[in-house]
């Protein structure tokens, strides 16, 4: 699975809090509410693009875990998650 990189607009949203979802997937909670402590403090391009490749190294570390698979549903959407897949 090829995950969209950093770059996309997707990963800051959810980073930032623009974009938000019920999440399923406790490792995500967890992260997402310290991230969010983090950007209360600082909102600096290098913090929030910290938190961004963290986000998606959590991803990544997790493809194969279906409730992990469900969120990622969520912010990409069904069909680019199924195009993910097919890269594989």
Same mark, same amino acid.
């Given at each position: 699975?090829?995950? &969209? +990189? $950093?770059? *996309?607009?997707?990963?800051? !949203?959810?980073?930032?809090?623009?974009?938000?979802?019920?999440?399923?997937?406790?490792?995500?909670?967890?992260?997402?509410?310290?991230?969010?402590?983090?950007?209360?403090?600082?909102?600096? &391009? +290098? $913090?929030? *693009?910290?938190?961004?490749? !963290?986000?998606?190294?959590?991803?990544?570390?997790?493809?194969?875990?279906?409730?992990?698979?469900?969120?990622?549903?969520?912010?990409?959407?069904?069909?680019?998650?199924?195009?993910?897949?097919?890269?594989?």
């Amino acid at each position: 699975m090829a995950l &969209p +990189e $950093t770059t *996309d607009t997707h990963w800051m !949203e959810v980073v930032t809090g623009k974009h938000q979802f019920n999440v399923e997937f406790f490792p995500l909670k967890l992260l997402l509410a310290r991230q969010r402590l983090q950007l209360q403090i600082s909102q600096e &391009p +290098e $913090t929030v *693009d910290n938190c961004v490749n !963290e986000l998606r190294q959590l991803f990544m570390k997790n493809l194969n875990h279906p409730i992990a698979r469900k969120d990622l549903v969520k912010i990409f959407g069904r069909r680019k998650v199924r195009r993910m897949l097919r890269r594989k």
